[in-house]
Every structure is written in C-alpha cells, then in structure tokens.
C-alpha cells in the first residue's frame, strides 16, 4: 500500500473513532439487528456509502469477513481507485458487547491503530440484513457513515429502494450516497 493510501486509511481510522461523540443529541440511536456470523462471513460488494474521506477516490469497493476460531472477525476491505488501482487494508472486528453480534468494533492495522489501539477502533452497527445474509446495511451510530452492501456487485430496482427506505428511516441522508460504478467484467 501507498504511503498516500496508508495516510487515508489512519484518518479513516481516527475520523471513526472520534465521529462517536458527534451523535445529535434528540435524535434517538439507530436500531440494530442480531447477526449470525457464520452466515455473515465472506465477501460482500458495497453497493453505495455516505461521502467519507478515505474512499474518496473509490470507484468500487468490496470486504471479505472470515469468523475465527476466538470469535472476533478478519476483515479485508479492498478499494478500486478511479486511476484502476486496488488498494487494500486489513483489520479485525469484534463485538462491542460479548454475546452481542449487532454492534461490532472494527480496527485496522496501521500505524494510528499501533500507537493508540484503544482510540482507532470504528463502530460497525448493522443496521438490516435479509434473512439470506444476500443484502445489509450497516452504519455508524453518529449517522456520518453508511454502507449498502450485497453478495453481488449488482442490484434490481425494488431492493435498491427498499434498502434506502431502510436507511431513510433509520435517520440516514439516503440522497448523498455514492453508487458503485458498475464493471462490465463482474458478474
């Protein structure tokens, strides 16, 4: 990874965790679900996301979450730039509260995350997913961070507006996300 790129991914981190006292104060927290993270694991493609700094140059964006055998969750995040370069980070989630799957703290590997680890970590709420584990939503408490995401790089119609209504009444600006630039290549 870039030093560029390194730089981007330890504001991401810091971004995050400070983003936690920025909740509205009259504005009750987001609701979120339970996640069975056996069927959760894998790859999944965002779809959309709120602006953030980080992914600013990102056309396409995808995670990859493998559960471990102590509980907690490796986490791949790979971005395509606009100039066709991939660059990735790597972290690790884990839940916020023990036995609790909805809430999760997730922490990159960076040099941010090395000389403060209790200060790097984000908040990772999922927010929905579908009874298949084929589409979630996931945010940020404060409502600065929002990410679509599915099994596949594409979506139909009616789930795409589905999704948004989700995030519409969770509190979420649905009208300033950022969609996937589509790839022919991709399934």
Known sequence: MSMR????????????????????GNQPQPT????????YQGTWYELARLPMFFQRDCIQSKAHYRLREDGRIDVTNRCKQNDGEWNEVIGIAEPQQPGRTDKLWVKFDNWFSRVAPDV????????YHDPD???AL???????YLWILSRSPRINGARREQLVEVAKQQGYDP?????????????
């Not at 981190?13 to 400070?18: F, G, H, M, V």
């Not at 979120?32 to 069927?39: A, G, P």
């Not at 790097?120 to 927010?127: F, I, S, T």
């Not at 009208?175 to 399934?187: A, F, G, H, V």
């Open 175 to 187: 009208s300033q996300l950022i969609w996937r630039q589509t790839d022919p290549m991709e399934p």
């Open 5 to 24: 790129n390194a730089l981007r991914m330890s504001f991401l981190s810091l971004t995050i965790a400070l983003s936690g006292c920025t909740i509205s």
């Open 120 to 127: 790097a970590k984000g908040e990772y709420w999922v927010l």
């Open 32 to 39: 979120t679900v339970q996640v069975d993270l056996q069927k």
């Open 133 to 135: 584990y084929q589409f």
């Open 138 to 144: 996931v945010g940020h408490p404060s409502r600065e």
